[in-house]
């Protein structure tokens, strides 16, 4: 899979990728991330991409030519499956969302500043508008990189154990059970004793009750359907 993302502050994204999981997804050739800086296609030579709105009030608006030129190049080298524009006003990012942008071969990812970006390329471009949740960020590189972690780690083939991305939470609309390590006893604590029965029947029961316990008393708005 392909995610190219398209920023005026491409730094910010410098390192998100380069460890653990995305980094190991692109080592195997199964994840390749490429940054773009929109200042490629700046209007002048002054690096100029936003301009004030139409209408009057604060804040600038990224201007249509540096994008438009920017996705129309891109695309020379072939369409994008999806062009995503990352807004607080976009829907609401969740794992079936991540699930199915994991299945696309090549997706371009655009983040905004400043008041966001003119309608125009949001109407001839974007196909889809993700936000990652009620809350405003000053940009889109850090939704940015959530999608593409949320989204890199379901590829097949990157995470070692193919079932583990089955038993996250929400894969299934339940929270994830609590989980333990060495030692078996810590401060006091012991581990669920049904852990070190080696009985996986066993565990896999309690799991679950755990699992459902869990979403039941955080997350009951999960369980409605
Ligand atoms: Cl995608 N962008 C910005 N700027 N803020 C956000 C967001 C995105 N999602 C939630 N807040």
Same mark, same amino acid.
């Given at each position: 899979?392909?995610?190219?993302?398209?920023?005026?502050?491409?730094?910010?994204?410098?390192?998100?990728?380069?460890?653990?999981?995305?980094?190991?997804?692109?080592?195997?050739?199964?994840?390749?991330?490429?940054?773009?800086?929109?200042?490629?296609?700046?209007? @002048?030579?002054? *690096?100029?991409?936003? =301009?004030?709105?139409? *209408?009057?009030?604060?804040?600038?608006?990224?201007?249509?030519? &540096?994008?438009?030129?920017?996705?129309?190049?891109?695309?020379?080298? *072939?369409?994008?499956?999806?062009?995503?524009?990352?807004? &607080?006003?976009?829907?609401?990012?969740?794992?079936? =969302?991540?699930?199915?942008?994991?299945?696309?071969?090549?997706?371009?990812?655009?983040?905004?500043?400043?008041?966001?970006?003119?309608?125009?390329?949001? %109407?001839?471009?974007?196909?889809?508008?993700?936000?990652?949740? %009620?809350?405003?960020?000053?940009?889109?590189?850090?939704?940015?990189?959530?999608?593409?972690?949320?989204?890199?780690?379901?590829?097949?083939?990157?995470? @070692? %154990?193919?079932?583990?991305?089955?038993? %996250?939470?929400?894969?299934? @609309?339940?929270?994830?059970?609590?989980?333990?390590?060495?030692?078996?006893?810590?401060?006091?604590?012991?581990?669920?004793?049904?852990?070190?029965?080696?009985?996986?029947?066993?565990?896999?029961?309690?799991?679950?009750?755990?699992?459902?316990?869990?979403?039941?008393?955080?997350?009951?708005?999960?369980?409605?359907?």
């Amino acid at each position: 899979m392909i995610i190219e993302i398209l920023s005026a502050v491409p730094e910010l994204l410098n390192s998100p990728f380069e460890h653990s999981i995305m980094k190991r997804a692109q080592e195997r050739g199964i994840l390749t991330i490429k940054m773009h800086s929109l200042r490629k296609w700046a209007i @002048n030579k002054h *690096g100029q991409i936003d =301009d004030y709105q139409y *209408g009057g009030g604060a804040g600038m608006v990224m201007m249509c030519e &540096p994008l438009a030129n920017a996705i129309d190049e891109l695309q020379l080298e *072939g369409k994008f499956d999806e062009i995503i524009f990352v807004t &607080p006003d976009g829907k609401t990012f969740e794992q079936k =969302d991540a699930n199915s942008l994991s299945l696309k071969n090549r997706i371009l990812i655009i983040c905004g500043h400043y008041k966001g970006i003119d309608q125009r390329i949001r %109407d001839l471009y974007v196909t889809q508008e993700i936000s990652i949740g %009620d809350y405003v960020l000053s940009g889109g590189e850090l939704a940015a990189a959530v999608i593409i972690d949320a989204v890199g780690r379901i590829i097949p083939g990157v995470l @070692n %154990d193919e079932t583990s991305a089955l038993t %996250d939470s929400f894969q299934d @609309n339940l929270l994830a059970p609590p989980v333990y390590s060495r030692p078996a006893e810590f401060r006091g604590i012991p581990v669920p004793p049904v852990l070190l029965t080696g009985d996986p029947k066993k565990v896999d029961i309690w799991r679950q009750e755990q699992a459902l316990d869990r979403t039941k008393k955080r997350r009951p708005d999960l369980l409605k359907d």
